[in-house]
């Protein structure tokens, strides 16, 4: 930022820029007007990540013009979560995409190598976990990680969970999706050393009130090293994953 | 109740009985009114168990009133929960009680020989759920049974619990007292093979809302044979836990 | 447990087993890798009872092959709950099943003969809380327990429930079933001097916030002996009622 | 109000009022200003009642100012509700009040002969209950009405209710005063053939959450001519509770 | 009561009925066994009501099939709420019944002259407050009442209210429905001097949460007088309405 | 007022007018009774704008009524908001209206020359919040304001905010509408000097709770000059947004 | 902001100022740096107002280095909210101060001349209410405005608010402050055509949950023109009334 | 563990070791019986870390036995938090320890030399978020990381933040501490491109429920790479910061 702004001083100081030229370029921000929507179109430069688009709550036509918008502007790949089948169906008459019905998630381009510190181990209370589970996993995927699926291991059947102690000690990071109790992110937390981080599910029924159970207790957790994302936030647990798998990569 | 009934009946029917004298018989009901409190002097013998008071909210002398018209009406054992230090204090003034600080439950006569089925084990998650998990571990042994405490086995460090996993596949009846994230009933829950009795404590801060975080946790177990009681509710859990251990000696 | 290990360590003693295959048969667990599950195949030796599978949020096919891989490691029956109607005709086409609609319970083998310490009564407050108070009860047949239905007699017409003393006096254990205010349980847990399980259902409108008027009431239960399970869950407040009831025959 | 109006425009007519005193006259209130207080000195003859001041919140030299503003301007009986003690003391060194510890009223004058329909009943579930029952019951009385007190009868030893069933169902107006699971209301509410007022009290622990438990629970009664009025709030469930048992007296 | 059981003893006593007849006698209770109800046949003379189906839940062949239990045991009038529209046409196949389309209710024979002490005003603030505020009305008229209704007086445009200030004064109960802020009931409660019953409606939208926010201001009303019944729960309203407007009459 | 009913007063001295007379032009309010609703004809006089009809839950038929009332008796614009498409459609067979699909809402008349203070600038953190940031807009437009919509600008990336920073700093007036955790109303608070809207909306998943979270969040802003309205209430932000900027004109 | 960025540029231009004292310029940020707090010394500046500290959690010592800081950078006025008696004392004796003990607001300096449009109306449903109206009052006296206090003026006696009408139809804004049901806001939103401020307060008891019924109830408010602030938060009130109350000033 | 049991087995295969000490061996877990707690000897090897002592609601002698309990096994680092400074002094009596008032940290040894990856910045809204802001900095620091304080940077007057624009964006964790509307940690998101720790604190009034409003803002960032921990969770946010700022060097 500080180089930038000095050049375009120095620019102003030896004559090659004009005051109001200098005025202009220290304003114009990288991203791009759809009026619907702005597109930042530097973000993946700034944050070393492709561009991301919250699918729900778009219709198809505006994903396309985002997309477009994007990929026009240099962006290799473009994550888009939270597409139903039929969105991403018309999207599909409009774009090349890749298209995943667990997760909902469609993408641009291809998965990249992995090439982070270590593996990124998911792990799931039971097999209604799995939708939240998949927006992680496919999400750290996109992101440059390898990642190793542990899917209904919740903590009733604590002998499952033991039987892969190994697979949980070896972890880079470890994201627990789990509905119901949430028990399952403080058993890990107690198992692994590494960050643990905590997805709550809206799997459940009576007093799980949609999630808030599951919230509540990981948030309480007892376990060194637990975080927490919002309920059925795949894409968020998956994303703040990858960045930590990719601490030593980035400096 | 119905053998009182019929003998009424006959004695009418033999005319040594009136029938305004049947009437009044037939209403009368076996609790004696002191104003603030209707003792309830048969439930001893109706439920098999001792009289129970609870102390918070009452002053020393009415407790001393109560247990006096217990005792007087052939109760052998009163337990009083909830009194404090100071109150229990006052109380030994005017009554012979013995009162453990730590679960603040005072009570007249003594510890009787456990006679259950099997042993009961209280499970706590952490050395802050002690005093819950007094309360019903002395509710417990006041009421024949025996008791076997496995403190501080939260399920952050996992291997304190599976250290000690067959105690937890012998016992009766398991009681697990837990804040926080109130994960200990749903890994022992797993483990057991028993009724596992949840009691979810109020310790914890944030997020825990004075126990709401393990009442709902627990409430959502996964696991199969759980049940929860109230918050902070030793007393509760450890009456239940006397009952279910003495099935067999009921019939 | 034990007996296994000593075994192992016998065979390693006297030569007939390796280190690495001893390494290894101390890893292996008794559970099926399926992909999507691990049917815990040892659960029901470990526990005593059939395995159950939770049927919401699954598809037929995975039903099927989760009972399927149930079936051939030898368990004899296998109970799925929350099955719809549809669902049910699915897995039907393809598994020997009996279904019960009001329950939503489907089950494979036939209901044992009862053989539990005593019978377990199931109360309803009203009409609309008998699918639930059917999901306990259909369990507990299919768990070994003669079960007595006495349903619609809520608080508000109490000699409905008066006129049933003597059986609720006779019970091994109650279930109560309630939404809306959710008193049953507190009431029946006065009259009655064996463990009562409080099933808070959803029935209700307005303030009964999908059956947390009832949760609340019954967690607040001035009644001795009473526990609460989770709203709707009949099957878990069935499967407790079993593990009661069959507490003699245990040990 | 009319005659006034009609008063002050027939004045208008024959020229004894001007137009500006009538539009003054129109627009004066019968309240005084007090700078902290605007008393309302024509409510008791507006509602048929003595003036009813609310003392927590409020200076012991406020309530003195207030009550004199009253009793000036012909209010014969004045009630102050929630007084602590030691207020009361304050306050009694300006004023001829007499003051009930239990339920902290204080009142200047004397309790009058009951005149209502018939007899109002005020149920406890226990003995902490009494403070707010005792509230209700001071506020009936002060309003003429003969109570009947029925104190410590909770549901969860339904015979001691029961045997006063007779009282119950003679009542005129019944009050329902408990705290922990509220039930005492919808039993009541199914007894008697009146008009039943529930009082939830904040008393109990844990998931009780200061009444809330108590509180939802009489709101989802599924007892017909059930009412509800604020948690602890005696003094609205007297006052209302005298309202209809003077309804015939009014018209 | 007493009446019967001395008529009860008194045959004992005089030879005419034996001991097991009283005793069988004296335990039978007047309620009809249809499996999944139990109609209260003597609830209408116990009450002095006519009796109350809530239709919600039930189905079209039980809501005629406790029709008929009722009616064939005496009971001239009955009532169904919550009966949407289609059920009611499938209801009017088998039985004679009317229907009002707003408030949902159906009810069996005809209207009755009103015969309380005075008139019920029904409020409302908007006119989405209608189909609560209906069912209230035409529940008692059905029990009674002559029923005045005031709808579309919310507080915003307090003159509207206002401007029928005399027919406020004049009701013998009030039923403020209201919702979004429920402030209608203590305006009111404030202008009557007559029992106010405050029923929230769901009405509103974001922060009102289901009704919950005019609960909370109902339940908090600083005027005196005012009670509160469940959310959108009509019916309660009318019935208790209707009973407090009988006091006189039924003495 | 004071001056209408001092004509009425002179009337009376000058006997133009009776005393019967004048009590019933007192009392006549200028509200036209439809028996659903009660149009109020002079609130546009009183309050200076035109006459809303709150759309969710009405029938076509009682909005074309109530319009064709108000707009007879002489009001030049109606706005009807919360109305669907599908309704919009039938209103406009009656009645001569435009109607905004994404805002939802419809209006008699032309929107009218802007003529406030300044401009209302209308923030949005995301694309899905436009429906409730348009519903301000439109509202405002009708009454007479310049708006400027900004959307798009959430926190997460400040720049985009930042870049029209000069925008925010002109505004007479800013609505700040943002779902999930509702920061922006924080950081444009910080920014501008005057006062902001705050405009919850009920974007977001999980933990949002229905929009619950922004409103928390917006309510507990320690930015000064910050004050919010219910959650999606579009209408309430626009139609205090046109009062305040319209401060100078009324005046 | 533009301006000055213009003039640095035109000084590295004309060589006047070196690249490096540009850069140095375009980063310093004007507030001081006091290690525990960032005062913001040109906010006063940029938002037209006096520098406020928030003193709860402050220490004497802390309020006094800020002040101090903000004095000496040419602030004329600091006002200090939510400051004990205590504190207060202790601060005085550093600097001098004037202090409000009801309203818990401390100020430097002398209150200014009002200015504004009109007049702020201050109103309150009791007296209880006072002290956040207090605090609201006092901020906007402090920002230059009239204030006009009309405290206990609640719902339930309609009268006492009626009687100021005409003060209410005068006003340039109104600030509500009520606690239990909160319904004041919504009626003076009815009489009201300027803005009004609802100032939900932490005033009641049971179900009124620290503020929280009013808070919902003020948010649903279904007149127009209400907007809402946090529980007690008298000074965001006041700040915001008197921004409205200087619109045309401002321009 | 896989290399300790293949030593044990290795040893029962050559002899040295029998099958009984072999079963010994392997049951034998690394933690000490203290009765109240069981200090967890070999968590520090097996995470990596120095042992921790959650202080509250310990007693002085409880932590002191702990400690030494640790220390005698070789634990070089015992960090005790949640300690008052009270407790700090009587444990100062007996153990030699550092204590910092602001986070309420105690420790033994020394601060080591920062190791981790890069810098880690600690960020609050205000100045009365410095506690937990704290706590989590000396635990950051005792687990070997240089640590940054940003303090009283909150979003309302945003230049303050982006005056500092660098340091986030060169920082290597992030922990934003904020309570009231929590907004601090969506802005640092996605101003960073590190991981971000959202630390919500309880500091608030009002509708900020405690640190609720804070916790559901921070859950509900829209920015990416956010996580939370529970409120005023400082060690849980240190802790895992530290963790992730080792990432490289853990492998």
Redesign the interface.
Known sequence: ??TQ??QI??G??N?SIS?DE??MK??S?P?EEL????P?LH?AV????PE?I?G???TPE?IVGITRSLTKNGCERVIITRLSKQAAGEVAESLSISYDEVSRIAYTGNIPEPDG??QIVIAT????D?PAAEEAAITAELLGNRVLRL??????????L??H??LI?SA?VIIAAAG????L???I???A???V?AL?T????????????????????????????????GF?AG??AA???H??V??
């Open positions: 930022m500080e702004t000095r001083l120095e102003v100081r004559g005051v200098a005025l220290m304003k921000e991203f009026g619907y929507a702005k930042d973000r700034r944050q070393g990540y991301v919250y729900e709550g778009k505006q510190i270590g209370g039971g097999t209604s799995i899917y209904d291991v919740g903590v009733s059947g604590i002998h499952r033991l039987a102690r190994e000690m880079s119901m109790e949430g028990a992110a403080s058993v937390g107690g198992l050393d590494c960050p981080i709550p809206s799997v459940g029924y009576g007093a799980s009130f949609g999630g808030l159970a599951a919230l509540l207790s990981m948030l309480n957790s007892c376990a060194n090293g637990v975080c927490t994302v919002n309920i059925d936030n968020g994303y703040l960045m930590i798998n601490m030593e980035r400096k």
